[in-house]
């Protein structure tokens, strides 16, 4: 493996099965940290004209965020865009405080949008409103300080899920970096799906596991922890191999095709 790092995702419970409290804020590879809570992935990227964040955690993790940015020696105010991966509250609910916080510029895929804008789901209240100012379509590119940030869209976990391609300088040469949000993920019972998903969901969920197949990358930053740890490779490891990948995408895959033949109807949702 041509990439070095320390960095590790990690289980969220201790021996004795007690959640463990926030990591600290971490460096992974060169510009990349993980500024995250404990059981959701939020990611900070430095670069020549400022610094970008990956989605935004919980609001009700109040300053977390800003304090990780400090605590990695850099300054809040320093943060130009937000990019939010997909409208769920565990990656979108903070990018108000966020970008109250820092001035932040917030983008996300035109279609996931609207929620985060009003901060409402079918008419109830979910999350603080915040200000977009891009709507993001597929194949295109947010650049800040010669990072370039290509949007492609995933469709499944929400109408506009996307994942982040981004190629980032380190210390062992570029690094082909995939921000992938909760891409990989289905929900597999019917009552989260009747909160969360949406008509299509499942077609779009079909066409988006080629989607990911396809894509390739050396460093595996996903939405949540656990899709390393438990889906991809036991140690945590970032970088993961292009098996271990397949083995997560297909894993799921797999979930969503075992739904649909015990609920068929959500195939023609
Ligand atoms: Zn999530």
Redesign the pocket.
């Known amino acids: 493996m041509p990439f070095h790092t320390d960095f590790r995702f990690k289980p969220y419970r201790d021996e004795k099965g007690n959640l463990k409290p926030h990591p600290p804020a971490e460096r992974i590879y060169g510009p990349v940290s993980s500024i995250g809570p404990l059981t959701?992935c939020a990611y900070l990227v430095e670069t020549s004209a400022g610094l970008a964040a990956v989605d935004a955690g919980y609001d009700s993790d109040g300053d977390l965020l800003v304090n990780n940015i400090r605590a990695l020696g850099l300054e809040p105010q320093d943060l130009k865009l937000i990019l939010l991966t997909?409208w769920?509250q565990?990656?979108a609910s903070g990018a108000a405080r966020l970008a109250k916080a820092t001035g932040a510029k917030v983008v996300i895929h035109e279609k996931d949008a609207e929620i985060v804008a009003t901060g409402a789901c079918r008419g109830e209240s979910i999350m603080p409103p915040v200000k977009i100012d891009k709507r993001l379509k597929d194949g295109e590119v947010v650049e800040l300080g010669g990072v370039a940030f290509k949007t492609v869209h995933c469709p499944g976990?929400s109408a506009g899920e996307v994942v982040f391609l981004a190629t980032v300088n380190g210390p062992d040469g570029p690094c082909r970096t995939i921000f992938a949000?909760?891409a990989t993920?289905f929900k597999d019972d019917v009552k989260t799906l009747d909160r969360l998903g949406y008509p299509g969901v499942c077609a779009d969920f079909r066409r988006t596991v080629g989607i990911l197949r396809a894509l390739e990358f050396d460093l595996y930053l996903g939405?949540?922890p656990h899709q390393v740890f438990d889906e991809a490779r036991a140690d945590g490891h970032p970088f993961i191999s292009r098996d271990e990948w397949l083995k997560l995408v297909n894993g799921r895959s797999e979930q969503m095709e075992t739904f649909v033949k015990q609920h068929p109807r959500y195939l023609d949702w």
């Open positions: 959701v997909h769920h565990d990656h976990q949000g909760d993920g939405g949540h």
